[in-house]
């Protein structure tokens, strides 16, 4: 049986999307709605008040172990959220559905979060330390990770690529979007960077691109080595490389090792 919850007293704040929010503070029982920011709780030592998370939610790994399991971003189930009876929920514009939050927002504080760019998830970090009572840490996180990605040395050259997200059909992170950002930083020019957001693709235009290199994002889609051969046919000049997508996409705290990781990326033949 859930005990209600404490007295606390309210914390109004604005979130990404220029929402005002009044949120118990401290916040005791956090649904969290987006797998990069579930981490980021858990790496500001707030697991303990995590009672929900989404299927996708796999670091850490005991995360889903220890909180309810609420369904997807985009499919969450509002009865399961109403029996943890949470006093802030966290989401994110892109990754969550909006007919899905407007109706949590109507019975709780709910922060979102809408992030195009470093700058944008490193003050994301910032604003949830600050809601949860760990201004401290996550602005100790922050600078961390804007430090080590201001540190990595310019790219001796800007290689053109494409970055897969999607398969049948094909579909690419285009500008605007958070992986654009980060592509720069590791030294790439996106080939489809005069588009926008997540556009499909046909092998025609892609071949009519013809990037450097063709980048294969672990996820949303799993992409494999068995894919290798298939993008080498579309593009026979171009060098076809799996990468993390979670150092790609990630906005949280796994942005610790991401500059480390661009770093392997440039070394690599």
């Given amino acids: 049986m859930l005990l209600p919850p404490l007295p606390s007293l309210p914390l109004t704040v604005t979130d990404q999307m220029g929402r005002r929010v009044a949120v118990p503070f401290p916040p005791r029982r956090i649904v969290s709605l987006v797998p990069s920011q579930t981490e980021l709780l858990y790496d500001l030592g707030l697991g303990d008040r995590v009672v929900g998370v989404t299927k996708f939610c796999v670091h850490p790994a005991h995360a889903r172990e220890k909180a309810t399991v609420i369904g997807g971003t985009k499919n969450f189930h509002l009865e399961k959220i109403e029996e943890l009876q949470p006093d802030l929920i966290i989401g994110n514009k892109e990754e969550n559905y909006q007919e899905g939050i407007e109706q949590l927002a109507t019975k709780y504080p709910v ?86 957001r997540y556009p499909e693709i046909s092998a025609d235009q892609l071949r009519a691109a013809a990037p450097q290199q063709i980048l294969l994002s672990s996820e949303p889609y799993p992409f494999s080595e068995k894919h290798l051969a298939e993008f080498q046919e579309l593009c026979p000049a171009s060098e076809i490389r799996i990468v993390d997508g979670e150092l790609f996409s990630w906005y949280g705290s796994r942005l610790r090792h991401t500059a480390s990781y661009f770093q392997r990326l440039r070394q690599q033949p």
Avoid at 145 to 174: C, D, G, H, N
Wanted: hydrophobic share 50%; charged share 20%.
């Fill in 111 to 196: 922060w979102m979060s809408d992030i195009t760019t470093l700058d944008e998830s490193l003050d994301m970090i910032r604003r949830v330390g600050l809601l949860t009572s760990r201004k401290e840490q996550a602005d100790a996180l922050a600078s961390e990770i804007q430090t080590s990605l201001a540190a990595l040395p310019p790219a001796a050259e800007l290689k053109t690529a494409a970055y897969f997200i999607w398969r049948k059909p094909y579909m690419v992170a285009a500008n605007g979007t958070f992986i654009d950002d980060l592509l720069a930083r590791a030294g790439f020019q996106n080939a489809f960077g005069q588009l926008s």
